[in-house]
């Protein structure tokens, strides 16, 4: 297992999605990027886990119960799996889709990692 950090463009964009959900004037908005942040951080421990602190932290505050639990599950999960490269990649991180279930990667996120060989 070789630690690497997240290459400057895949930090900008996850840094950008991460501004774009704090900014979002819909909740629907808010979870995209926080969706697209999750994606963008998978392969990193820090950032995966970090991207689910802030999806627990809105999940609080909409008092989404169900979503809350689920980021509190995938919190422990999250550093652990990054680490040792065995993660769900293009899941949303939402707790409305199971933990180990691949999803696709949205082309321009795809497109980005692929280039910084993160995947």
Do not use: C
């Amino acid at each position: 297992m070789t630690r690497r950090p997240m290459p400057p463009a895949v930090r900008h964009a996850f840094a950008t999605e991460l501004a774009a959900s704090r900014n979002a004037a819909t909740r629907e908005a808010r979870w995209q990027a926080l969706e697209r942040a999750h994606i963008l951080s998978q392969p990193w421990a820090w950032p995966h886990t970090k991207a689910h602190a802030v999806m627990l932290g809105v999940a609080w505050r909409e008092h989404d119960r169900r979503e809350a639990i689920g980021q509190v599950i995938r919190l422990v999960v999250a550093a652990p799996g990054s680490a040792l490269g065995k993660y769900p990649e293009g899941n949303t991180g939402r707790a409305n889709v199971p933990l180990t279930r691949p999803m696709p990667v949205p082309a321009d996120l795809a497109g980005l990692l692929a280039t910084t060989d993160a995947a």
